[in-house]
């Protein structure tokens, strides 16, 4: 079996043979989620290790500085069209960039500014597969100068489908008709961990979990093949044409399975942008402990 949408993904060796090309442009995307005491998380730009090494020509691009609506309580929620394309154009991406992101923490980073460059009409984003943990292992050369992109004129075409919301979520769940998939870890899915992260324990109504780090092959850090990955899903999704939301904590690891549900040609995925920090917060809200 192959992928759908094999063009989701660039190889290392595709990337190596292309770092010239006038079209191509390479960032990294590394967050941290630090723990604190007690539960959540203090978020820290991964700037320092991409300075202390990256790949030729690479940018960085700052998730929660510069492609989050920081006006809101909660982190990571999509900025407007305007706001999102005036921080692409800064980077020198423009809607028809090749765009090839990558990050040194199992790709989910990467995966949602993928999800969100798409979402606003960059069709030629990729995502590398393997990341900077197979770039680097492979003893391809490295780089600690900053990229220098002339900075673009980026031209965004908005599809709003691709996130869904808390009405939309709360629709699913009373509908009981829905295809909804949790990318938390088993034991946040669960509840075994107590909600110290999100304040409530257990998942949302309805959901099922297929957790983003699984998707990744801890062997080789690429992602599993296509046969395994549509197995994952199969049971959980099995209508490619069902409209299928993804969530998580914060929309990060819920991009990574909405990534590979569309490598595999699911047709409507969205991303709930706010996922359990905005709904576990609601204690009116139900959740479900297994």
């Given amino acids: 079996m192959t992928f759908e949408h094999p063009e989701y993904l660039v190889s290392t060796d595709w990337l190596a043979a292309h770092l010239s090309d006038?079209?191509?442009?390479?960032?990294?995307?590394?967050?941290?989620?630090?723990?604190r005491?007690?539960?959540?998380?203090?978020?820290?730009?991964?700037?320092?290790?991409?300075?202390?090494?990256?790949?030729?020509?690479a940018g960085y691009l700052d998730l929660q500085a510069d492609f989050s609506d920081n006006s809101q309580r909660l982190r990571f929620m999509m900025p407007s069209a305007e706001e999102f394309a005036d921080a692409a154009g800064r980077h020198g991406i423009s809607e028809t960039s090749k765009l090839v992101l990558y990050d040194r923490l199992g790709s989910m980073w990467a995966a949602r500014l993928w999800w969100m460059f798409q979402s606003m009409g960059c069709k030629n984003a990729a995502v590398l597969d393997g990341g900077w943990s197979r770039w680097s292992s492979e003893g391809r050369e490295t780089s600690t100068d900053e990229a220098t992109y002339t900075p673009a004129t980026f031209t965004p075409t908005e599809d709003a489908a691709r996130f869904a919301d808390l009405a939309e979520v709360n629709a699913f769940v009373e509908s009981g008709g829905s295809c909804l998939i949790n990318a938390l870890g088993r034991d946040q899915h669960s509840g075994a961990d107590g909600g110290r992260t999100y304040g409530r324990a257990g998942h949302i109504p309805g959901s099922t979990n297929v957790p983003a780090m699984e998707l990744i092959d801890p062997d080789t850090g690429l992602y599993r093949s296509s046969g395994d990955l549509?197995?994952?899903?199969?049971?959980?999704?099995?209508?490619?044409?069902?409209?299928?939301?993804?969530?998580?904590?914060?929309?990060?690891?819920?991009?990574?399975?909405?990534?590979?549900?569309?490598?595999?040609?699911?047709?409507?995925?969205?991303?709930?942008?706010?996922?359990?920090?905005?709904?576990?917060?609601?204690?009116?809200?139900?959740?479900?402990?297994?």
């Avoid at 191509?24 to 723990?35: D, N």
């Avoid at 399975?257 to 991303?271: I, K, P, Q, R």
């Fill in 22 to 35: 006038p079209d191509v442009r390479v960032f990294e995307s590394t967050v941290f989620l630090r723990p």
């Fill in 230 to 290: 549509a197995e994952m899903f199969a049971s959980v999704a099995p209508d490619k044409s069902q409209r299928v939301v993804t969530y998580c904590g914060g929309g990060i690891a819920a991009s990574n399975d909405a990534l590979v549900l569309s490598l595999l040609g699911y047709e409507d995925v969205a991303v709930y942008d706010a996922s359990m920090s905005e709904y576990a917060a609601d204690e009116s809200l139900p959740l479900v402990v297994d």
């Fill in 37 to 57: 005491d007690g539960g959540s998380y203090r978020v820290e730009s991964g700037r320092a290790e991409y300075e202390s090494g990256h790949i030729p020509g």
